[in-house]
């Protein structure tokens, strides 16, 4: 997950990623223009790591862009087929999302991202999934430790902003 907090740590963490991994390029607060040429700059990184790379807009955005997906809520369908990811922060997002290919649930663990937020913790979020692993990505707090303690519920994928950066 991209965010404007990481700064230029930014390409550090995508230096880092493994091949295959995927980058949600958000940068909401980037001026329209800034965005798109810091996209651009993302874009040729991952095509070069050969990384996903899924924009945080409308499918029509993410189509006209050459993104591999569009992260979001809306349950449209763009010009192009693309991978198809979205947000759950309880049970109800969670069930609204499975058009999704990917749902990211958060936040797991404490965040800069949603300072003081409740938690939903290993216990609330294996509860809240069920027997649902298709697609699920933990988000919020996340990185490499708490990962594979999240292994034993079946969690085989993550995401995060500071988790990547950090040391």
Known sequence: MTDERIGDALWIAL???PRGAGIVFRHYGVPPGERRALYEQVRAVARRRRLVLILASSPEQAAAWKADGVHGRSPRRGARPL??????HDGMELRAARH???RFVSPVFATR???G???LGPIRLGLMLGRERDGIVALGGMNH???QALRNLGITRWAAIDGLIRT
């Open 83 to 88: 991978i198809r990811s979205a947000p759950a």
């Open 100 to 102: 999704a290919d990917l």
């Open 15 to 17: 230096e880092r990623l």
């Open 117 to 119: 937020a409740r938690t």
């Open 145 to 147: 430790r708490r990962a």
């Open 113 to 115: 991202s949603h300072p």
